[in-house]
């Protein structure tokens, strides 16, 4: 079940949202980012509180009937330097891999977009972006499904 998260889910969103800062420490091959002083920074800053308390943000939680599983997160942005219109930008997706077994993921992502859309609506806006990392094929497969098409592409170098 798909809902729209609210202030009273403050606990529930920290403690997944800090399960998927630790996914992406240990996907992670970049050695700079301490996801660790992330997760620090994130329950200092009561960032769950912040978001669900927010009418420029959502918060699309999956539920089961013990617990949240995953979640998508997107924003109202008036517009930055990659896209130059209003538009809502998707930035935090998770699905807790364990529960993923039992999940029709590709269901699951389509149910949490159509909350986004439906957001995207009911506060006339006509753009939804997203990234994401080179080789996400199931993310590169859903945007391509959804009709996203690419914007900017963003490089980089370690030096």
Same mark, same amino acid.
């Given at each position: 079940m798909i809902?729209k998260g609210t $202030?009273?889910? #403050?606990?529930n969103?920290e403690?997944?949202?800090?399960q998927?800062?630790? /996914?992406?420490?240990l996907?992670?091959?970049?050695?700079? #980012?301490d996801y660790?002083?992330? $997760?620090?920074k994130?329950?200092k800053q009561?960032?769950?509180?912040? %978001?669900l308390?927010?009418?420029?943000y959502l918060?699309a939680?999956f539920?089961t009937?013990?617990?949240?599983c995953?979640f998508m997160?997107?924003?109202? %942005?008036?517009?930055d330097?990659?896209f130059e &219109?209003?538009?809502?930008y998707?930035s935090?997706?998770y699905i807790?891999?364990e529960?993923?077994?039992n999940?029709? /993921?590709?269901?699951f992502?389509f149910e949490?977009y159509q909350?986004?859309? /439906?957001?995207?609506?009911e506060?006339?806006?006509?753009?939804?972006?997203?990234d994401?990392? #080179?080789?996400?094929?199931i993310?590169?497969a859903?945007?391509?499904?959804?009709?996203?098409k690419?914007? &900017?592409?963003?490089y980089? &170098?370690?030096?």
């Amino acid at each position: 079940m798909i809902k729209k998260g609210t $202030i009273l889910d #403050v606990e529930n969103y920290e403690q997944i949202y800090e399960q998927y800062l630790s /996914t992406l420490a240990l996907n992670s091959t970049d050695d700079d #980012v301490d996801y660790q002083e992330m $997760i620090n920074k994130v329950k200092k800053q009561k960032r769950a509180w912040h %978001v669900l308390n927010s009418e420029k943000y959502l918060v699309a939680l999956f539920r089961t009937e013990d617990c949240i599983c995953g979640f998508m997160e997107a924003a109202i %942005v008036e517009n930055d330097y990659m896209f130059e &219109k209003e538009h809502i930008y998707i930035s935090n997706l998770y699905i807790d891999k364990e529960m993923a077994d039992n999940i029709n /993921t590709t269901k699951f992502l389509f149910e949490m977009y159509q909350t986004v859309l /439906t957001w995207c609506k009911e506060h006339n806006v006509n753009y939804i972006c997203d990234d994401i990392n #080179v080789g996400n094929k199931i993310m590169e497969a859903l945007n391509d499904k959804l009709g996203f098409k690419p914007y &900017k592409t963003r490089y980089y &170098k370690k030096i």
